[in-house]
C-alpha cells in the first residue's frame, strides 16, 4: 500500500508566478489536510477537505490560496501570485475518517525568487 | 483554541541514555494525542499515539504517557541510538479543531 505522494518535491518560482502543489492520499483514504512549515517551526493547518468538499480552511490566507479534492485526481493546494514569504514546506496528511490517524506525505518545497 | 507547547526544543543525549520531550495542551476537551519524528529532509512520521482513555502506551523503545487533570503528555525513549537523531513533534486532536502541533524538539544522540 503506497503511503501519501506529493509532487514536486521541490519547486522554484518567481514573485508573481503560480504554483500548484499536489497530493495523492494513501488507498482508502478520502480526508485530506494540507500543513504548511516554516524553517525549525511547527507544522501549521491550512485546510481540510473530503472528496470534492472543503471543510475547514481557518487555517489558509484568505487571499490568492485555494484548495480542491476533485472526484478523480489529487489534491491540489494552489499559490497564486506568489510572495518570498511563501517559501516553506508544504505536507500533505490522509486519514481514512476524521477522527483517526493522519499520515504524512514527503512534502513540497517551494522557493520564491 | 488549542495551544500545545513543547519542551525542550533541543535535546543532547549520549546512546543508551533515555530521552524525555514534554507538551502541554489548554484544550480539555482534546482527546487524541499523536508523536512524529521527521528526519531532515523528509514528511512527519507517525511513531505512536495516545487517546485520552488511556494514560500509558508503549512500544518497544518508545513510550508515551497522558496527565489529563495536568494537561500534558510526555514522549519517552529508551536505550536511545543515533537513528534516533530527529525532530519530534506532539500534537493534540479535540475533534473540534484540527491538529495542532507543538514547535518540535530537536533530539541528538551522540554516538
Known amino acids: 500500500n503506497a503511503g501519501v505522494m506529493q509532487n514536486p518535491r521541490h519547486l522554484v518560482r518567481r514573485r508573481g508566478q503560480e504554483a500548484r502543489l499536489r497530493c495523492s492520499p494513501m488507498k482508502g483514504h478520502s480526508h485530506v489536510y494540507w500543513y504548511r512549515q516554516l524553517p525549525e517551526e511547527g507544522l501549521k493547518f491550512m485546510v481540510y477537505?473530503?472528496?470534492?468538499?472543503?471543510?475547514?480552511e481557518s487555517g489558509m490566507p484568505k487571499e490568492r490560496f485555494s484548495a480542491e479534492f476533485p472526484k478523480e485526481g489529487p489534491s491540489i493546494l494552489r499559490i497564486q501570485q506568489v510572495v518570498r514569504g511563501d517559501s516553506a514546506a508544504y505536507f500533505c496528511a490522509s486519514s481514512p475518517d476524521r477522527d483517526r490517524t493522519q499520515y504524512f506525505g514527503p512534502g513540497t518545497r517551494l522557493l520564491v525568487l | 483554541g488549542e495551544n500545545v507547547e513543547q519542551h525542550p526544543s533541543t535535546l543532547s543525549v549520549q546512546e543508551g541514555d533515555s530521552a524525555v520531550i514534554k507538551c502541554t495542551y489548554s484544550d480539555s476537551a482534546s482527546n487524541y494525542f499523536p508523536w512524529y519524528k521527521q528526519e531532515l529532509g523528509k514528511g512527519p512520521q507517525l511513531i505512536i499515539d495516545i487517546r485520552s482513555n488511556v494514560g500509558e502506551k508503549k512500544d518497544q523503545r518508545i513510550a508515551v504517557t497522558l496527565n489529563k487533570t495536568a494537561k500534558h503528555f510526555s514522549l519517552h525513549i529508551t536505550e536511545t541510538q543515533p537513528e534516533d537523531s530527529a525532530v519530534y513533534f506532539c500534537?493534540?486532536?479535540?475533534?473540534?479543531?484540527?491538529?495542532?502541533f507543538g514547535k518540535g524538539t530537536r533530539l541528538s544522540v551522540i554516538a
Open positions: 500534537a493534540a486532536y479535540s475533534g473540534n479543531t484540527p491538529l495542532v
Open positions: 477537505l473530503q472528496k470534492e468538499n472543503i471543510i475547514d
